[in-house]
């Protein structure tokens, strides 16, 4: 409702027409591919750029700060800091995300992320796991297709396959379809002698496992 009365720059209630951009002359591509192509390759850097990041010592400062305070401070973790620093990548990412759908779509308006919206992200959060990296392309690919897949069904059952897939998850899978496939591909490791693999993520169960003691 606060992005509505700044007309001049939201367009209130009516939105903004963005328009959609064009391919590049020298590419033998229509615009479309243009936009799928560059809006993949913002995304696969996005990814390499949060892998890095989670790969090194930041990420068992963030499980830290998040499971215990005690042991954060005890790491020299500035819970503070880490927060800020946090919510700043985050705000980075939805900013980036916001761009590319606006370029896609090629009209902005305040109510296009609404209540449903919302909760549609949630799910996919938690379908695909919260504490996996790959679960966010799983949970990504959960709301985008499997609502499609059920309205061929029945134009009623989207909102019931979002339903159970969230209480299924939540009670059989707790860290989510990219957790769980974390953990199995650590057991794989362990058993075909690939120790090293294996224990070159110990953060991964760590983190699962901390997940499925918070509250959803």
């Known amino acids: 409702p606060l992005l509505k009365r700044f007309e001049a720059f939201t367009g209130g209630v009516q939105g903004l027409n963005v328009g959609n951009p064009e391919a590049p002359a020298f590419l033998p591509i229509d615009d479309s591919q243009w936009i799928y192509f560059l809006s993949l390759a913002v995304a696969a850097v996005l990814y390499m750029v949060a892998r890095r990041i989670l790969s090194g010592p930041l990420r068992r400062a963030l499980v830290a700060a998040r499971d215990n305070q005690l042991v954060g401070a005890v790491m020299g973790v500035d819970r503070a800091n880490l927060t800020t620093a946090t919510f700043a990548m985050s705000s980075l990412y939805a900013g980036v995300a916001g761009s590319l759908y606006a370029m896609i779509v090629g009209f902005v308006s305040p109510d296009t992320f609404n209540v449903m919206m919302s909760l549609s ?6 379908v695909g796991g919260i504490t996996s990296l790959n679960g966010a392309i799983i949970g990504a690919m959960f709301i985008q297709f499997v609502p499609i897949w059920a309205s061929d069904i029945d134009v009623a059952l989207g909102g019931l396959v979002f339903g159970c897939a969230l209480i299924v998850t939540l009670v059989v899978i707790p860290a989510g379809i990219g957790g769980l496939g974390e953990r199995a591909f ?4 362990r058993r075909l002698g690939w120790v090293a693999r294996a224990e070159a ?13 918070e509250p959803a």
């Open 121 to 126: 992200l949630f799910v996919g959060a938690v």
């Open 186 to 189: 650590i057991w794989l490791c």
């Open 201 to 213: 993520r110990p953060d991964d169960i760590a983190v699962t496992g901390s997940a499925q003691n």
